[in-house]
């Protein structure tokens, strides 16, 4: 069965600090891959998702970034953080054959 | 601009009442529809979906109504437990994305 990783499950930054979560899949192949966030409050927003090793694209325009390194492997990553980047960060992988989106458990983060 | 519009913002439903949820969305492109619930500290999962073809599906205590030409879709849950507080989420997608609503904060009390 198919499973997903994401840590860590919180983390509190400092603003100008650097970020890096990283979220796995296990027991698919070359699926599609999704970070959303979600802010206190609102719904969730689609920051980048991936359809393959290297192909990134982005929805929001930000100071974050995405790498997919290997075919299972997302990345999320941040140079300096902001206070405005505090939020809960979700990973999630679909098949890529339906629009059936599976999410991990998700990472707290609070920049203070 | 908020592509799918979802209300109430939070709702509050005594055990055994209906709650009903209500999302609109602009792209007619869009060509399914789906239900996530999330418990707090948890990623969403996914619940129930539709597509456009039909305008009703049910899933045990849980309906989607669809109506295509009013560009709407809603929730009933039925016989509402106090184990279905959740925050409720519509979305649409077209081509592998999903696009979500701000989402309903759900509480069911005993």
């Known amino acids: 069965s198919q499973t997903i990783h994401q840590w860590p499950a919180t983390l509190v930054q400092p603003v100008g600090s650097p970020l890096s979560l990283e979220c796995t899949v296990e027991?698919?192949?070359?699926?599609?891959l999704y970070w959303y966030r979600q802010a206190a409050g609102r719904g969730l927003q689609l920051l980048f998702y991936?359809?393959?090793?290297?192909?990134i694209s982005s929805e929001v325009p930000q100071n974050l970034s995405a790498s997919r390194p290997q075919d299972r492997q997302f990345i999320l990553s941040s140079k300096k953080l902001l206070l405005s980047d505090s939020g809960f960060y979700l990973c999630?992988?679909?098949?890529?054959?339906?629009?059936?989106?599976?999410f991990g458990s998700g990472t707290q983060l609070s920049v203070l | 601009q908020q592509q799918v519009k979802q209300s109430p913002q939070s709702l509050i439903v005594q055990k055994g009442g209906i709650s009903i949820i209500n999302c609109a969305y602009e792209?007619?492109?869009?060509?399914?529809f789906p239900w996530y619930q999330q418990f707090p500290g948890k990623g969403p999962a996914l619940l129930i979906a539709?597509?456009?073809?039909?305008s009703e599906k049910k899933e045990g205590r849980f309906t989607i109504s669809f109506n295509k030409s009013a560009k709407q879709f809603s929730l009933h849950i039925m016989d509402s437990q106090p184990g279905d507080s959740a925050t409720y989420f519509c979305?649409?997608?077209?081509?592998?994305?999903?696009?979500f609503g701000t989402g309903t904060r759900l509480q069911v009390f005993p």
């Open positions: 539709i597509r456009p073809d039909v």
């Open positions: 991936s359809v393959g090793i290297g192909q």
């Open positions: 999630a992988w679909s098949t890529g054959t339906d629009e059936k989106l599976f």
């Open positions: 027991g698919t192949s070359n699926p599609n």
């Open positions: 792209n007619t492109a869009f060509d399914y």
């Open positions: 979305a649409a997608s077209k081509a592998d994305k999903l696009i």
